[in-house]
């Protein structure tokens, strides 16, 4: 990711490219390059929220998140952007994890009538 920024900084930033936006999956440690693997992995805290996948991003192991590689792109005078999923992980709701600032667990998994229309069945 920060060679990608590196590069991104020395020959696309005169061109108005100043984003490096890590995409889906980061939080999945099984995650490949074409497709999503069917009821995949997650790295999930306590409450069931997305964490970077350490084995993928090591600068988030021990909890630091991306602040590290945040912080140095920001250094590059980049953004950094990051692909957020809405909504409360499966596997979150199946493992009973409770929702941040309630003490309870989410009562239901969303069925395929409730997701957006053309969202994949196998991430969450």
Known sequence: MLANAVFLR????????????????????????????PDAPLVLDAYGRRLPAPDRFPSAAG????????RRIHSLGLRFGLHIVRGIPRRAVAAQLPVAGTGS????????????????????
């Open 10 to 37: 020395e020959r696309l930033l005169a061109h108005g490219w100043d984003a490096v936006v890590v995409d889906i999956q980061w939080y999945e440690p099984t995650a490949r390059a074409h497709g999503y693997n």
């Open 63 to 70: 909890g630091a998140g991306f602040a590290p590689p945040a």
């Open 105 to 124: 667990p989410p009562t239901r998994s969303p069925t395929p009538a409730r997701r957006a229309p053309g969202t994949p069945t196998t991430t969450a």
